[in-house]
T-cell receptor, first 114, second 114 residues
Framework: AQKITQTQPGMFVQEKEAVTLDCTYDTSDPSYGLFWYKQPSSGEMIFLIYQGSYDQQNATEGRYSLNFQKARKSANLVISASQLGDSAMYFC???????????FGKGTRLHILP | NAGVTQTPKFQVLKTGQSMTLQCAQD?????MYWYRQDPGMGLRLIYY???????DKGEVPNGYNVSRLNKREFSLRLESAAPSQTSVYFCASSEVGTAYQPQHFGDGTRLSIL
């Protein structure tokens, strides 16, 4: 069965610092995709970045990068130069190739301090 | 440019009442999903549908039924609402057949069961 684990319920980070949000996963599917979403206080789900299991390079998207360590089954999100607007809930998600089930972790609430 | 549309946005029910949450997408996606979001629990998959005419159980299907009416619409029904079903419900859609496509989410339905 697939499983996503986010072990940090909440984090406080000073503005302009880099922050790493942890995500570990478990799956028996040889091909899968990993995603990060942001949920601000307004409630909408915003897609940030994805990583394919066979991608050789770590994904990057602006200030977001994904530190993918396949052997350790981890897919940590790195936000560089954090901003006040980064304060939100962040979810890691995984999708297997065998079926279309997409599951989420419990999320990490990030607080950026001025 | 609607994307995924959920109705209603808010609803209050009494225990034992029934209700159907509606979801429609205009992106010609094959896969559609229903999640519930509760504090500290992340997004949990209730049901998903890989294509018109097919539905599959997710992590927390008990107390819910779904209908994939056509390619655009995927509804979630609560036959006899219980206070434990108080939650925010999200509908999402995605392309099928590849692990690398993210989901597109609706704005959510806040449901309270008294």
């Amino acid at each position: 069965a697939q499983k996503i684990t986010q072990t940090q319920p909440g984090m406080f980070v000073q503005e302009k610092e880099a922050v790493t949000l942890d995500c570990t996963y478990d799956t028996s599917d040889p091909s899968y995709g990993l995603f990060w979403y942001k949920q601000p206080s307004s409630g909408e789900m915003i897609f940030l970045i994805y990583q394919g299991s066979y991608d050789q390079q770590n994904a990057t998207e602006g200030r977001y990068s994904l530190n993918f360590q396949k052997a350790r089954k981890s897919a940590n999100l790195v936000i560089s130069a954090s901003q006040l607007g980064d304060s939100a809930m962040y979810f890691c998600a995984m999708r297997g190739r065998r079926d279309d089930k997409i599951i989420f972790g419990k999320g990490t609430r990030l607080h950026i301090l001025p | 440019n609607a994307g995924v549309t959920q109705t209603p946005k808010f609803q209050v029910l009494k225990t034992g009442q029934s209700m159907t949450l509606q979801c429609a997408q205009d992106m010609n996606h094959n896969s559609m999903y229903w999640y519930r979001q509760d504090p500290g629990m992340g997004l949990r998959l209730i049901y998903y549908s890989a294509s018109e005419g097919t539905t599959d159980k997710g992590e927390v299907p008990n107390g819910y039924n779904v209908s994939r009416l056509n390619k655009r619409e995927f509804s979630l029904r609560l036959e006899s609402a219980a206070p434990s079903q108080t939650s925010v419900y999200f509908c999402a859609s995605s392309e099928v057949g590849t692990a690398y496509q993210p989901q597109h989410f609706g704005d959510g339905t806040r449901l309270s069961i008294l």
